[in-house]
């Protein structure tokens, strides 16, 4: 009788052991499971203000460029009035030089416009990309706190 006993308990302990083992199997798992969702997600929220950064770097390229084609298109216009007026000065009548040299005026003040346009633009898409960089580093911080806690 104590030998059946000896061997149900054997087998009882035995039952435990693989239990344990089972569960601390399971446990790994879930852990490497948790660490894979979170990364994913992770991974995911920084990509994604990841290509918000780009997308503003690529807009404030964009409105430089515009500027400077714009200012380039109103330096053109600008020298052949200049051009027409030097070469045409003695053919024009007094109030038709006049009207041009009010162009060449019109023209300076849209560039200065334009400048001031451009300024506002740029500074306000650099505002949008201080905010969004900031964001980015506390997500990717808080992110690695977490996971510094999981490990």
């Known amino acids: 009788m104590t030998m059946q006993y000896s061997n149900l308990l054997k087998g009882f302990i035995q039952d435990l ?3 344990y083992v089972l569960m601390k199997r399971k446990q790994k798992d879930s ?21 918000v950064i780009q997308d503003i770097e690529k807009l404030i390229q964009e409105r430089e460029a515009l500027r400077d084609e714009i200012f380039h298109d109103f330096d053109k216009l600008g020298l052949k009035i200049n051009n027409f ?5 003695d053919d024009l009548q007094a109030e038709e030089i006049i009207e041009l040299k009010r162009k060449i005026v019109d023209i300076e003040e849209a560039k200065s416009q334009e400048k001031l346009n451009a300024w506002r633009d ?3 898409l650099k505002k ?16 690695n ?4 806690m999981i490990e």
């Open 31 to 51: 852990n490497l499971e948790v660490e894979y969702v979170f990364k994913n997600l992770h991974d995911k929220k920084l990509g994604s203000i990841r290509e």
């Open 145 to 148: 706190a977490l996971e510094n």
């Open 122 to 124: 740029i500074s306000a």
């Open 17 to 19: 052991d693989d239990c």
């Open 85 to 89: 007026l030097t070469e045409k000065e």
């Open 128 to 143: 949008e990309l201080r905010e969004q960089l900031r964001e980015f580093r506390e997500k990717r911080d808080g992110f």
